[in-house]
């Protein structure tokens, strides 16, 4: 495995922490996990994140992560980095996945820190350092105390950066603050785990973003990144204004996969919005007011799904909104 060459953003700049489709059954839908995929990657997305939180990692089992990952790594080929999810709190279950990422094809691993355990800092960082030693897979950690319990500390991530394979970061704190210091002080590409603060991260120096609305406003991510490179700020502000009706709709109640899984069928990428137990589908209700948000964001229009805008047409809604 050949680490990505542009360490400021080695696993792309708009990275959707991608579903795992189901049958109405409950098993993994392979063929429409390669549909989701390729829309994606057509859309703006340039990485995807598998059986991460939002791919169901908890309720879905080795053998089926390892085909998730060979299909969509097969669909997509050098369209785009594909990151497997190599989280847990047993360690040697982390190793595991990580290895099986391997074996399937993956360009990357993304390791949450230990939940429920909450370990120390110094258990983080061997953990950490466990799973990047297993593999020759660049490693992407991720920060996410409102579902650990614990939070990455600056003189570990210090310490972990050390690591020749831990390249980047996935940072759901909300602290752009303490963003700002670590992505110096650590040299690791740094990704925002908050669909919200996208703009923010990016003015501090981040690499980009790893979004669940990105399943449906993908586009909108990659032009905001685009404008915002090319020093077009008002632009980038005004691009992804359009898009916020949408990350409220599928965060706002913190129950992202549920509400990607609903997305993606109203806009007819999937024909269900299927999830294991302990999660359970978007009501009729709560779909109809998702609709309503997609309506209003262009995605849906008399009932009728509307492909995803190309990024030169968000370009030209950008500038005559400016004029």
Known sequence: ????TDPTRPFGAVLTAMVTPMTPEGAVDLKA???????????????LVLSGTTGESPVTHTPEKEELVA????????????????????????????EQAAEAGADGVLVVSPYYSRP??????????????????????????GRTVVRIAPETYLRLAQHP???ANKDATGDVYA???????????????DDGLLLPFLSVGGAGIVSVSAHVVGAHF????RRFDAGDIAGAVEVFRTATGVIDALNGAGAQAVMAKAAIEAIGITDNRFLRLPNVAAT????????????????????????????????????????
């Open 1 to 4: 495995m050949v680490l990505p």
């Open 33 to 47: 996990a390669v549909k989701l995929a390729k829309k994606l990657v057509d859309d703006g997305n340039d990485g």
């Open 71 to 98: 299909a969509v790594v097969e669909a997509v080929g050098d369209r785009a980095a594909v990151v497997a999810g190599a989280g847990s709190n047993d360690t040697v279950h982390a190793i595991r996945m990580a």
């Open 120 to 145: 120390s800092q110094e258990g983080l960082y061997q953990h950490f350092v466990a799973v990047a030693d297993a593999t020759d897979l660049p490693v992407m950690l991720y920060d996410v105390p």
């Open 165 to 167: 394979r831990i390249i």
């Open 179 to 193: 963003a700002t210091k670590l992505i110096a002080e650590t040299g690791l590409a740094w990704y925002s785990g």
């Open 222 to 225: 990659a032009e905001t990144v």
């Open 284 to 323: 009729d209700d709560e779909v109809a007011a998702l609709r309503v948000v997609l309506a209003e964001a262009g995605l849906l229009r008399d009932g009728a799904v509307m492909r995803q805008p190309e990024v030169s047409e968000l370009a030209d809604a950008s500038s005559a909104v400016g004029r």
